[in-house]
Structures are given as C-alpha cells and as structure tokens.
C-alpha cells in the first residue's frame, strides 16, 4: 500500500500539492484527474521518489521515500511511465531496452532473459523485440516503455499522461494492455490522464483541484456529479455527455453510462422501450 499523510509541495512560494491523504490499495487501478497546473505530474512524483515531501509522508510498502537508504528499493518497486517514450528508451533495440531495468537491478542473464520475455509478452510486443525502437509506431514506443517497466517486476505503475500524444486506436490499446496487467497479474496502476474516458474506467476516481483533493469516490459518483465537474473544468466522458444531451431532449436517463458498453445497453433499451 501507497499512504500518503499531510502532503505540501511548494514551487515559488505557491502550494502545488496541499494537504493531500491518500491510500492507494495493492491492486488497484486508481485514475487521478484535474486541469492543467492541478498538481497531478506533481504528486506522481512523489510517489517513487523523485520529490521529497517538504512537509507530510508518503511511505510506500511501509518504507518512507525521504530515507535515503530505501530509494532504491522504493523505485525499483514503484515505476514510471513517461508522457513521451522518447525520453524512456535508452538502447536502440526493443529487446536490449526491455533488458536495461533488470541488467542494472543485478540480476544475472538467466533472470534478465526472463524477465524480458514475460515483459515483452505481457504487453503484447514478442514479435517487435529485435526492431528497432525508431522504426515504432507512437502507440507501439509506449508499449516498449512499458515492458521495459515492467521488465522490473515492480508492485505500482505510475502513468503519467502516457497516451496524451497517440491516436484515439493506441490510445486504446496502452490502456487495454495496462488494465489487463492490473487484471491479470495483479499490478497496481495509477493512471494519470486528461482523457475522462480512460478515468471511467478506473476502480478510483481522484480528483485534483489547486492542489487538493476536490473528489476520491467511483467514476460513477465523480462524473454524475455537475457541481464538482464544473468547479473543476472537467468534461464528462463523451459517453456520459451523449447520454446527458439526450436526457435535455426529454429522455428518460436514470444514470449516465460512462463506457462505450453501458452506453450501447442504454441505447438498446431505450430502442426496445420506444417499439
């Protein structure tokens, strides 16, 4: 588990992060949402160590990242997937940056072979490992960057704003792959994300307004609730916002479907009730 107790961030004089409590469960796939200067980037940061609370904790599996003799371990537990994959990649082949984690962890070749294999399969790739990183697709780069996380065998995985720069389809598909590695191997994400589609799709919800938390509840309750969306700047996702158009037309909407799924339910059952 994630704990985070009092934490305050400051740039210029200015609080970004303001008395922030969280706990984030083993296992969980938790979205953080909020508009630009929120103080999202800012707190992912925190949570493998690279900022130090100015005041507050965060103390990940029971080890405080200010101790300086655990920072290792903290990051080698809790990883981190950028916005660009260019600036993760640091070999030129998909197999040898996949490899890069585990070689640097010390583990020998047997076990770093191991873990790119099961790295590289997990998220779909096998059949890219000896391509060469530039010749990749923008959606296939960050699937690279994942498994080269991953090759790492962490507890956490941090995404901060890792599909902004692909299109709508590899878009889809990175965070398919990340839900099913939450899913499937038990990998605890924490996705942070501009898209309120991908947020819906999260167990969490948190929501970040000037440095606090304006909202921690299910997509279910954040995005049905206006006052908060509006306060914040946030969109509904473009499923709930369908819904919401329908529902000024005079149509009987009880909740907003937040997923392509619930929406084409509520379609069809609107058709079967209108024959």
Request: net charge negative; proline share 4%.
């Amino acid at each position: 588990m994630i704990q985070i107790t009092g934490l305050c961030r400051r740039y210029g004089g200015r609080y970004v992060l303001k008395n922030i409590d969280l706990k984030i469960k083993a296992g969980s796939f938790v979205a953080i949402v909020g508009a630009n200067g929120s103080g999202k980037s800012t707190l992912a940061a925190h949570l493998n160590a690279l900022l130090k609370p100015e005041e507050g904790s965060v103390i990940v599996d029971g080890m405080d990242t200010r101790d300086a003799d655990r920072l290792f371990d903290i990051r080698e537990r809790v990883g981190m997937v950028m916005q660009n994959p260019d600036h993760q990649a640091v070999a030129s082949i998909v197999e040898d940056d996949t490899a890069f984690a585990p070689e640097n962890l010390g583990f020998d070749e047997t076990e770093t072979q191991s873990r790119v294999d099961r790295a590289l399969d997990a998220v779909g790739i096998t059949h890219l490992r000896q391509r060469p990183i530039s010749t990749l697709s923008g959606g296939q780069k960050q699937l690279a960057a994942i498994a080269g996380i991953f090759a790492m065998c962490p507890q956490y995985m941090i995404c901060d704003e890792s599909t902004s720069m692909l299109d709508p389809t590899s878009r889809r598909r990175v965070l398919s792959c990340v839900k099913q590695l939450n899913k499937n191997l038990g990998l605890t994400v924490i996705w942070i994300t501009h898209y309120m589609d991908e947020a819906a799709q999260a167990d969490r919800v948190i929501v970040l307004d000037n440095g606090r938390i304006a909202a921690d509840d299910t997509p279910s309750q954040v995005f049905n609730n206006s006052e908060l969306l509006d306060r914040c700047a946030l969109e509904l996702p473009p499923c709930a916002a369908l819904a919401a158009e329908l529902k000024k037309e005079g149509i009987n909407i009880n909740a907003l479907p937040l997923t392509a799924e619930e929406c084409a339910n509520m379609i069809a059952t609107l058709t079967e009730a209108a024959q």
